[in-house]
C-alpha cells in the first residue's frame, strides 16, 4: 500500500506522488518534497495548483509529445510562479502499427533518446529548480523509467526503484484501466492481448535495470555514456538526498 504520506491526492491530477524518504547504498536519503511525480495535470483545480506552489513546487517537466500537449495542455505552462519545462522524450507514436512492449518501449528510451534524458537532468539541475514534478500521460512509463534513471543515480537501490515503479499500478487503480480499454478498443487493439501494456510489475523494472547494469556498467556510467557529467550526477545526489539524521535527533 502506498504511504499516506507519498501519494498526494489532488483533484484534477493522477498518480501524484513524493518519491522522497527512500534509502541509498551509502545510508543517505532522498529529500521529501523535492522531487515529484505524476500524470497529465490539465484537469488540476485552480485550488489544487495552489497546493503544489504552496509546497514549494518550483518546476514542472512535461515528458509528453506535442500532440499530448496540445490535446490537453499542461495548467502551469504559462505560469509566473512555475518554470515549465518541455522535454518530450518521443515526438510520434511507435513506428508499428500494434503497440511495442513495455520492455522495447523503454530500452528505446534508453538508447535512443539520448539527447532527451540528458535534457531532463540539466533541467533538475537549473539553478532553483527544485522542488520539480514530472509528469507524462499516466505517470507510469515515461516518467517511470526517467524517475528510475534519477533514483538509481544517486544510489537508491534497484529493488528500491522497481518497488517505487510498480505503485504506479496501485495510484492509477480501476479507472485509468477503463480509459485505457476504451483507448484500445478504438484503435483496434485486444485487450485481452495488451492488457498487460497498463501495467508496472517491479521485475520489469528489474530487469530493465540489470540491463543497465550489464551493457553500460550501472546507471551512472549509462548517464556518463549520453553525456551526464559524472559531476552533474555528484551535485544531483546532493540536491535529492540527505545524511541519515544522527541517532537520538529528530529526523
Same mark, same amino acid.
Given at each position: 500500500?502506498? $504511504? ?17 524518504? =527512500? ?45 499530448? +500537449? ?6 502551469? #505552462?504559462? &505560469?509566473?510562479?512555475?518554470? =515549465? ?11 508499428? $502499427?500494434?503497440?511495442?512492449?513495455? $520492455? ?6 534508453? $538508447? ?9 537532468? *540539466? ?40 518497488? @517505487?515503479? #510498480?505503485? &504506479?499500478? *496501485? ?7 477503463? *480509459?485505457?480499454?476504451?483507448?484500445? @478498443? ?20 528489474? @530487469? ?7 551493457? =553500460?556498467?550501472? +546507471?551512472?556510467?549509462?548517464?556518463? &555514456? ?8 555528484? #551535485? ?14 529528530? &529526523?
Amino acid at each position: 500500500m502506498v $504511504e499516506p504520506e507519498r501519494r498526494l491526492l489532488l483533484e484534477g491530477i493522477v498518480n501524484l506522488r513524493d518519491v522522497g524518504g =527512500y534509502g541509498t547504498s551509502d545510508g543517505r536519503y532522498t529529500r521529501w518534497r523535492t522531487l515529484f511525480r505524476s500524470g497529465c495535470v490539465d484537469r488540476l483545480s485552480l485550488a489544487g495548483q495552489a497546493s503544489l506552489v504552496e509546497a514549494g513546487l518550483r518546476t514542472v517537466i512535461d515528458l509528453r509529445d506535442d500532440e499530448e +500537449v496540445v490535446n490537453r495542455p499542461n495548467v502551469f #505552462a504559462d &505560469s509566473r510562479r512555475v518554470r =515549465y519545462r518541455r522535454v518530450p522524450l518521443f515526438d510520434e507514436p511507435p513506428p508499428e $502499427e500494434l503497440p511495442p512492449s513495455l $520492455e522495447v518501449g523503454y530500452w528505446r528510451m534508453l $538508447e535512443q533518446r539520448h539527447a532527451r534524458i540528458r535534457a531532463v537532468f *540539466e533541467a533538475l539541475l537549473e539553478p532553483g529548480a527544485p522542488p520539480v514534478l514530472i509528469q507524462c500521460h499516466a505517470g507510469k512509463d515515461r516518467t517511470g523509467m526517467v524517475v528510475a534513471l534519477i533514483l538509481a543515480a544517486v544510489g537508491v537501490p534497484h529493488a528500491t526503484v522497481a518497488a @517505487d515503479y #510498480a505503485l &504506479s499500478a *496501485e495510484c492509477l487503480g480501476a479507472e485509468f484501466l477503463d *480509459e485505457t480499454r476504451t483507448w484500445f @478498443d478504438a484503435r483496434g487493439w485486444s485487450w485481452d492481448e495488451y492488457a498487460h501494456l497498463s501495467g508496472s510489475p517491479a521485475e520489469l523494472m528489474l @530487469d530493465v535495470l540489470a540491463g543497465v547494469d550489464s551493457r =553500460y556498467g550501472g +546507471v551512472p556510467q549509462y548517464l556518463a &555514456s549520453i553525456g551526464v557529467r559524472p559531476g552533474d550526477v555528484e #551535485a544531483l545526489r546532493e540536491l535529492l538526498t540527505h545524511a541519515a539524521p544522527a541517532a537520538g535527533r529528530a &529526523s
